[in-house]
């Protein structure tokens, strides 16, 4: 080895050794004195207690003039935990005047925010502060910096969870992960950057929101944040806790249903944003079993507005959408609607209408499906033109606002209400006229070519008006109301051509309806056939029952 080799051999062994003594002395001075100063600075100016186990320099990176900077176990109150913090800035050019931090990595981040009984949110344990009220020309002066650039920003495997006010359980999403990429500071102090956001929730892996796109420019007023960008959601029902008990026994759930939901935003953070997308329901069906049960099928575009600050509401319009309702025998109805929805956020009141059509549903197999009022009615069922709207702060509230009103049509189907009539055949022959009412009941059988209305349903009664039921033997018309969607009140007329109409009453409920006649609305001659008929029943039953 020459004398140069063994001389660059020494200067190097004595940079090693050099920065080695300053890493020591460093750390050693950041431990001892740095540290309690920063903490007890950070304390007297925010009047917040902030606490952290390591403070120290990484060593490797220090040799190229990149030194790190690690922090460990940082909290902030009950409002912030952060498991380690990690920058890397660049000494070269902060001397020339300029600050570039290669990267800044937060990794295992716990915020917790609460929203207080005036809906505003803030850290849980401080004192909410009021958005957009920083001056600008109260923002930290960085007039000595040309510019801050900071390359990358990441967030991984933290936590974000939120308190609604009045809400016993927390909105939780976990993990989060957030980057950001390019994000620099001008000399006019606006700040610009490239995020990209992956948030899950219920415990679930594939279950939440991702968002990637562009912010700024921003300044450090911040009473203006631009953003722009794609977001997408991914909801998948099965994930929901005691999803049937959330959501009721009729929904059909699988492991792979799914509501997904995508769209391109723009607007302010600190204002409003818009966007506008589409969203899809995937293997999702109703129905009281596998059997008897619906396969919802849709694809709905859908614009929306959100404003976060200042009277925060969410609006969402959803225009010439279609959804796609198909039984187990692939027969399908198809319901064409323009919808409106616009939600409080401040107080949670929740409002829409719509309006639109259904047609094509077979009606006897979605009655089997959702309810339990087995062969009451069939046929193909349309709604012309309905017109529904609602309003309330819960399902309650919901409930009782709900008006509805439209146009209904059954076609070439069949009621058991008219089987029924051919009991009282006896009954229907006198108040007919001889022989003739019973032959026309003979040949009902309970089907029918036609039945329409118009309907109008408020404080959850279904008022009907005008009804008409026709036969190939015969006409019922009339009106009248299933009030709480059970209780049955019509009055009706019963018309064979070419004989006086004969007026019935139907009352009962919907599982077992009555149809008598209206003594009160009778004629004399239609009276006393009708104690006649009674009369013959009653004896016909007596001397059947003696045999």
């Known amino acids: ?37 920063t903490k007890a600075f950070i304390q007297e100016q925010t009047k917040l207690k902030v606490d952290f186990n390591e403070f120290r320099m990484s060593f490797s990176q220090l040799l190229k003039l990149k030194p790190s900077i690690k922090v460990t176990d940082l909290t902030v109150e009950d409002a912030l935990k952060v498991r380690l913090i990690l920058v890397q800035f660049n000494l070269l050019e902060l001397l020339q005047r300029k600050i570039t931090i290669d990267q800044v990595l937060i990794d295992g981040a716990d915020i917790s925010l609460v929203e207080n009984a005036s809906r505003e949110v803030h850290l849980k344990g401080l004192k909410p502060v009021a958005a957009g009220k920083t001056e600008a020309s109260d923002a930290p002066a960085l007039s000595f910096l040309e510019t801050l650039q900071l390359k990358k920003l990441s967030v991984k495997n933290s936590r974000l969870g939120f308190q609604p006010h009045g809400m016993p359980n927390a909105v939780e999403f976990k993990p989060v992960d957030l980057e950001l990429n390019d994000l620099a500071v001008s000399k006019d102090k606006n700040i610009k950057a490239k995020f990209k956001l992956s948030a899950q929730m219920l415990d679930s892996s594939r279950t939440g929101i991702k968002a990637s796109g562009e912010l700024g420019p921003i300044d450090f007023s911040f009473a203006s944040i631009p953003i722009q960008g794609l977001q997408s959601f991914d909801f998948y029902l099965s994930d ?23 769209s391109e935003f723009s607007g302010d953070l600190m204002k409003k944003i818009k966007g506008e997308g589409q969203l899809k329901i995937d293997k999702l069906a109703i129905g009281k079993s596998e059997k008897h049960k619906l396969d919802v099928i849709a694809d ?9 600050l200042k009277q925060p509401v969410l609006k969402l319009e959803s225009l010439n959408s279609s959804l796609e309702l198909k039984s187990q025998d692939q ?3 198809k319901l064409s609607f323009d919808t409106y929805i616009m939600q409080d956020l401040d107080t949670g009141l929740l409002q829409g209408s719509s309006h639109g059509s259904l047609s094509g549903l077979e ?32 399902a309650k509230q919901l409930a009782n606002s709900l008006k509805a009103r439209g146009n209904i049509v059954v076609g070439d189907g069949s009621l058991y209400i008219l089987k029924s009539l051919t009991k009282y055949k006896d009954i229907a022959a006198s108040l007919l006229g001889a022989s003739k009412g019973g032959q026309v009941l003979d040949k009902i059988g309970g089907e029918f070519v036609s039945l329409s209305t118009d309907f109008n349903l408020r404080h959850g009664d279904l008022f009907t008006k005008p009804v008409e039921l026709k036969t190939k033997a015969l006409t019922i018309t009339g009106d009248g109301v299933i009030e709480q969607g059970r209780n049955l009140k019509y009055q009706l007329a019963l018309n064979v051509p070419g004989i006086r109409s004969v007026p019935l009453k139907l009352r009962g409920t919907i599982e077992i309806p009555k149809v008598i006649p209206d003594v009160a609305k009778l004629g004399k001659e239609q009276g006393e056939r009708l104690i006649n008929g009674a009369l013959k029943m009653g004896l016909d039953a007596l001397i059947k029952h003696a045999k």
């Open 240 to 262: 929901i806790p005691d999803a049937k008990k959330v959501l009721g026994e009729l929904v059909r759930l699988k492991k792979q249903t799914l509501i997904h939901q995508e």
């Open 1 to 37: 080895m020459n004398k140069l080799s063994k001389f660059f051999l020494v200067l190097v062994v004595l940079l090693l050794l050099s920065a080695g003594l300053l890493y020591y002395v460093f750390n050693a001075k950041i431990k001892d004195q740095i540290v309690p100063q």
């Open 331 to 333: 027969a399908s109805g």
């Open 300 to 308: 709905l575009p859908h614009s929306y507005t959100l404003r976060l």
């Open 363 to 394: 009606l006897h197999e979605t009655l089997n499906s959702l309810t339990d009022f087995k062969d009451l009615i069939a046929g193909k069922f349309a709604i012309n033109d309905y017109h529904l709207s609602f309003k309330g702060r819960d």
